[in-house]
């Protein structure tokens, strides 16, 4: 079951303009939604994640933007870079049942970014 | 560096083998979490563990096993192995359960021949 729906599959910018990876899930119960980013031969690495009680978020050059009615998330990647290509997945977590704390991140299927220099 | 190292980086086997798959977490962290990266399923969490018990569990097959350590480290164990358990294997750890970010390993590549 796609708990977490992102696209586009695949996008290609050039140098210095926005990459937008937009993503939505279903489950009313998750949490958490961080953003991942991996290079090739190497593990996903946290870039930024948000809580639902925001709106946006922002670091650097990434921003998270949080619609919780709609139940849609997206990253904003400003002023992209070559060096950004990569794989970027967004992920849910549902953090709190019960008590007791887990971690299980439900990913979407994941964006091939290409920035042209 | 993550600080999370797994071994071995790729396995080749042939089907019906069983292998296991070792990951070191990073210093003082609790947790220890599994997942299964294919190109047909995506990244997929398969198991965490904490501070040596089970805690929470995903669509992991029967055929696969998992264990934390005392010392905290961890190993999956997969068994009766079919050409479709080809695939990237994730170790990730984190200081605790929930929503403390989780670092990753630079996986196990399991090829089933």
Known sequence: ?117 | DSGVTQTPKHLITATGQRVTLRCSPRSGDLSVYWYQQSLDQGLQFLIQYYNGEERAKGNILERFSAQQFPDLHSELNLSSLELGDSALYFCASSVDGGRQPQHFGDGTRLSIL
């Open chain 1, 1 to 117: 079951q796609q708990q977490v729906k992102q696209s586009p599959q695949s996008l290609i910018v050039q140098k210095g303009g926005i990459s937008i990876i937009n993503c939505a899930y279903e489950n009313t119960a998750f949490d958490y939604f961080p953003w991942y980013q991996q290079f090739p031969g190497k593990g996903p690495a946290l870039l930024i994640a948000i809580r639902p009680d925001v709106s946006e978020k922002k670091e650097g050059r990434f921003t998270i933007s949080f619609n919780k009615s709609a139940k849609q998330f997206s990253l904003h990647i400003m002023d992209s870079q070559p060096g950004d290509s990569a794989t970027y997945f967004c992920a849910a977590i549902r953090s709190n049942a019960g008590g007791t704390s887990y971690g299980k991140l439900t990913f979407g299927q994941g964006t091939i970014l290409t920035v042209h220099p």
